[in-house]
Structure formats: C-alpha cells, structure tokens
C-alpha cells in the first residue's frame, strides 16, 4: 500500500526596515511526493520540493518575479525490522529533524540550524537508527554533505552520530555532532564540525523547547566559526487555538585581525529574532497562522549598514 504526500507553505507578509514597508503574497514552497510500503519491513519514499526562489531573497524588500524550481528532496529505500532503521540514497539528515518535528511550525518558520544554514534537511547518502529501547536511540550517517540542491561528486563526506532519550513521556533530550573533511584541503580550509544540544517537551497541554548550537569551519573555511540558541513553545489556549512564541540569538566570530565578526555584514544574520503569534487550526492539516516577527541585527552587522526587520504575517500550511 503506498499514499501521495502534498505539503503547502504560502504567505502574506507586511516588512519593514529602514523606514521603507513592502507588501507582498507568496506561495513559497510546496512538496509532492509519494510514499509506498512494499512489505512490514521495505518501503520507499520520493518527495519533489517546489521552491519559490524570489520568495527567499536576502533583501526583505526586494520585490521579484515568481521563479519556481524544482528539486529531488527525497528518493531513498528505506529497511525497518526490530529495533533497526535504515535508508539509503536521498535522504533526510537527522541534524534537526527532531528539533523541526517539535517546534512543528515549519510552514511559517524554519528550525534554528535550517534558518540559518548551520545544516540541510536533506542529503544523498546512508543511516541507521539503533532503537535500543523505546526510551533510547542512536543514530549514524554517512552523507554527501552538499544537501539535496546541490549535489556533488567528489571526496568530501559527513559523518555524524546523534543520541536521543526520552527519560519521561513527552520529554525529549538530545545531543549530535558532526564531522565534514576533504583530504585536499589547503591550508585556508579546515574540517567543518558541529555540536547541538536540545531538551524539548511536547504533548496536549503545550510545548517548550531550548536548543544550542555551535559550529566551526562554516563551509571548511577556516575562522568562520558561529554559535547560536533558540527557545520556543507553544500554549494551547483551546482545541484549535495556540498561542506560539520563539526566540534566537546567532553569533559569529572574528576571523584572525578582523575587526568585526565573519557573518556580521549587510546580509548577515548575527543578532536576535523575535517573534509571537497565534496559531488555528480548523482540521487536521491545515494551520493558519498570523504572527508578528522582529530581527534585531547584532550592534556589529549595525555598523556595517544592517537594519532591524519587522514583520506582520499570515502564514498557511496545508499537508494531507
């Protein structure tokens, strides 16, 4: 037996920086796919992603024309028997796939290291998850480290291993690292590692979750090294009403005698995001969530000619 997968992201936002406000509705991504189960123990998934490029501009005022492209997001084989998972080809990375499952707003708000870049949602390569007991897991990948828009064929790998606990029901404890090197790297590149840690609560009566987030080597550039957390929850005010909050701190670092930190440019993201909002939930599969949302750039991107960002927003999410 097998199901379609479609998942929907469209928008209206209202931005505001520099004095200057621009209006605009978006239909920013959108994912179809198909899932089928070939036996108790064989399936395999395929899942093309959408993607609307002018809606993911830099520029929060830019204004441009709808420019779709299409990517193979998943397309994998996957083994499932026991205590054993294990997938094989374009997979999901398992860097944040915990941390975006509970925050569960990724129609109006990507997960820290996903907004950010610090990884990909997805990659070509191999994992395994080791169920120990149903309170303790392992997992290990091997993946191509370029994610699934931009696949290459050359020596460079990540491996990473995460360990998840759920100590209690609902309670969700969490710490991954990873590691991406090339044997060929000059003397201006290095290994790129990360390290996360989350705790995370998640049932009926609400959410509550804090991550942190370290990385050094951004890119296999050496120096580029940045760090960052986030906290978010949610309160259930009545069934189909909640009540969202979130915040973000990301902080690079000085690169040698720099004198301001690598990522605090006109275009970078250093600095704190703020943002509150009400989530709706009519039936099964679809959110309608209007939000506020406020980024203050670190007083380093300041100087260099960054401003804060406001936004009003009305975020839609569809799947079946």
Do not use: C
């Amino acid at each position: 037996n097998g199901k379609p997968i479609v998942t929907i992201f469209s928008d209206f936002t209202n931005v505001t920086t520099n004095s200057k406000t621009n209006n605009a509705i978006e239909l920013t991504r959108a994912y179809f796919g198909y899932g089928y189960n070939f036996s108790p123990d064989f399936s395999a998934k395929v899942v093309f992603d959408v993607a609307n490029n002018a809606a993911s501009g830099v520029d929060p005022l830019k204004v441009g024309v709808s420019a779709f492209t299409v990517f193979a997001k998943n397309a994998y084989g996957e083994y499932n028997h026991g205590i054993v998972t294990a997938d094989l080809g374009l997979v999901g990375d398992n860097m944040f796939s915990l941390q975006e499952s509970v925050w569960g707003k990724r129609y109006m708000y990507k997960s820290f290291q996903d907004q950010y870049g610090f990884g990909n949602s997805a990659d070509l390569g191999a994992k395994v998850k080791i169920q120990f007991i149903p309170e303790v897991a392992l997992d290990l990948q091997v993946l191509n480290g370029e994610g699934y828009k931009k696949v290459q064929a050359d020596s460079t790998f990540k491996f990473a291993a995460g360990l998840t606990v759920q100590p209690i029901k609902n309670l969700f404890a969490r710490v991954y690292y990873d590691n991406m090197a090339n044997q060929s790297y000059a003397t201006s590149k290095v290994a790129q590692t990360s390290l996360n840690f989350f705790v995370g609560y998640k049932s009926a009566q609400g959410t509550l979750a804090a991550e942190y987030n370290t990385q050094n080597g951004k890119g296999n550039v050496k120096g580029q090294n940045w760090s960052g957390f986030s906290v978010y929850g949610t309160l259930p005010v009545v069934k189909t009403l909640s009540v969202i909050a979130r915040f973000d701190d990301l902080t690079s670092e000085k690169i040698g005698t720099a004198t301001t930190a690598w990522n605090s440019t006109k275009t970078g993201t250093d600095g704190q995001v703020y943002m509150v909002g009400v989530e709706f939930a009519p039936v099964k599969g679809i959110q309608i969530t209007p939000n506020f949302r406020y980024a203050a750039p670190s007083s380093e991107a300041k100087t260099a000619g960054a401003y804060a960002v406001s936004s009003l927003n009305v975020n839609l999410g569809v799947s079946f």
